[in-house]
């Protein structure tokens, strides 16, 4: 997690071959994409994802 002010971000990667599943603890704005991401996140190999977490 990194912090930048009072706005918080979660960089998630996935360092392996296969897909992998995260699970978050709730629905977040993902700053690599225009969609949001749910609770449940499907990982592409080598995928990276970051996050805004919302207080």
């Given amino acids: ?3 930048k002010g009072t706005a918080r971000y979660l ?6 071959r296969k897909r992998q599943t995260v699970t978050l603890e709730g629905e977040y704005a ?3 994409g225009e969609d949001r991401v749910g609770t449940v996140l499907a990982m592409e ?11």
């Fill in 45 to 55: 190999p080598y995928g990276i994802e970051i996050v805004e977490l919302t207080e």
């Fill in 30 to 32: 993902s700053l690599l």
């Fill in 11 to 16: 960089f998630i990667m996935n360092l392996s």
């Fill in 1 to 3: 997690m990194r912090r």
